[in-house]
């Protein structure tokens, strides 16, 4: 639509004053109505100085990118915009000739979105003191304005310092999140702060397997697997490898798959039992790299000689 202009048949100009800035939610519809006393001979709505509605009295020429989204009063000049979008936000001018004179009236407007439900979260600084923070997603956060309130006590922002007696504390603080037109609340209870733990029979803490028993029989277990597993990855880089020798070979035993079977054995309460467990993936490791079969008959003390390695019970 070609940029079209009033003023060049008015004889004097009215200027009507800029209202504040309104908003609305994304999805309603935006509705403008002007207050004049006489019906306008021609009016034009330009938004953010593009043209978006103009009327000449006989005829409506409606922007491409408004079509099937707008309705225009011609009589009052009042104007909708359906299902609003954030791309609607901005400042609105309306220019009319009433009685050849142009009247203009100026309307800001910001589309946002309706406030989501706010999350609580609890940071403990030591056993009694901890922050909560009050937090929301939102494509306007310069709007949000965040408000803390427990029994006779209120705070602005998203932090909140609170005392936490023990891990039974039932004191419920409330968190408010609301921009111009919404808002919404979550409450927090102080003994959330408290990690909610639960009975485990075995979990892994940096790397090893702890278990609610007190043995380390699914560690050892877990050790195997690992070591098999390092041992594998090193098949056809090492272990097969044509030219390297039975000494660097066992150099990288020492340096991979060893620590990846005895990772942590210095913290270990041991028993026979434990290291019969390991022994056997242990000397089966050494007989492959130094290249001895079973049936060549070679006792383990031999192998271990062999190798320049101690036994797994040594080394436990």
Request: aromatic share 8%; proline share 4%; with cysteine.
């Amino acid at each position: 639509m070609t940029q079209q202009v009033l003023v060049y048949f008015m004889t004097s100009l009215i200027l009507v004053s800029a209202e504040d800035v309104k908003y609305f939610l994304k999805g309603q519809d935006i509705h403008f109505m002007p207050s004049i006393s006489e019906r306008p001979i021609e009016s034009i709505w330009v938004h953010n100085e593009n043209e978006v509605v103009w009327f000449t009295g006989a005829e409506e020429d409606v922007a491409s990118s408004y079509k099937n989204r707008i309705t225009l009063d011609r009589v009052s000049a009042e104007l909708t915009i359906k299902n609003a979008t954030y791309e609607d936000s901005g400042d609105y001018l309306l220019e009319m000739n009433i009685n050849n004179e142009l009247a203009t009236l100026l309307y800001r407007i910001e589309v946002i979105d309706k406030v989501s439900k706010p999350n609580i979260s609890c940071e403990m600084s030591d056993t009694k003191q901890a922050t909560l923070v009050c937090s929301t997603e939102s494509k306007h956060p310069h709007l949000l304005k965040l408000k803390w309130s427990s029994p006779g006590k209120e705070q602005t922002g998203p932090n909140l310092t609170i005392t936490v007696r023990n891990e039974d504390d039932d004191q419920v603080y409330r968190c408010d999140v609301s921009n111009p037109l919404t808002n919404e609340t979550a409450s927090f209870t102080a003994k959330d702060c408290f990690p909610d733990l639960k009975a485990v029979e075995k979990f892994v803490y940096l790397g090893s397997t702890l278990s609610r028993m007190g043995n380390i029989d699914e560690e050892v277990m877990h050790r195997i697997a690992h070591g098999s597993a390092a041992f594998g990855r090193l098949r056809s880089s090492v272990w097969e490898r044509k030219g390297l020798s039975p000494r660097t070979k066992l150099k990288v035993y020492r340096a991979v798959v060893l620590p990846a079977l005895l990772y942590a054995c210095e913290t270990w309460t041991v028993y026979s039992r434990h290291a019969k467990q390991l022994n056997p993936f242990y000397m089966r490791s050494l007989r492959r790299l130094l290249n001895i079969r079973w049936q060549d008959k070679i006792p383990d003390t031999e192998v271990l000689h062999g190798a320049e390695m101690e036994s797994i019970y040594a080394i436990l």
